[in-house]
């Protein structure tokens, strides 16, 4: 399994940016696809999960301000994170994930840094 995310960068405060991760290997669509960040100083944390339905949730920072999505479409599956009115305390580097529930395994891609300029 091969996760390679892109799209971070530096942005100002109330700007927006998409990320992508493009999973490939034996991905399946039953599979969770999300996203986790890591800011300086701070332990991992989830942003974003979707599973193999559709379902979503988000952490409660950002709610209502990301949106995250799949294509399954394609051997080479695709989760996006869409990124609205950002500020500073959404700097960190973001790392996409790929959870199995049957056997509880992740699978995680380099992190993409985001920069969010006040």
């Known amino acids: 399994v091969q996760l390679q995310a892109s799209g971070g960068g530096l942005v100002q405060a109330g700007g927006s940016l998409r990320l992508s991760c493009a999973a490939s290997?034996?991905?399946?669509?039953?599979?969770?696809m999300g996203w986790w960040r890591q800011a300086p100083g701070k332990q991992r944390e989830l942003v974003a999960r979707?599973?193999?339905?559709?379902?979503?949730?988000?952490a409660d920072s950002v709610k209502g301000r990301f949106t995250i999505s799949r294509d399954n479409a394609n051997a080479k599956k695709m989760v996006y994170l869409q990124m609205n009115s950002l500020s500073p305390e959404d700097t960190a580097v973001y790392h996409c994930?790929?959870?199995?529930?049957?056997?509880?395994?992740?699978?995680w891609g380099q992190g993409t840094l985001v920069t969010v300029s006040s």
């Open positions: 979707i599973n193999g339905g559709g379902s979503t949730n988000y």
């Open positions: 290997g034996s991905i399946f669509s039953i599979d969770s």
């Open positions: 994930n790929v959870h199995r529930d049957v056997t509880n395994i992740n699978y």
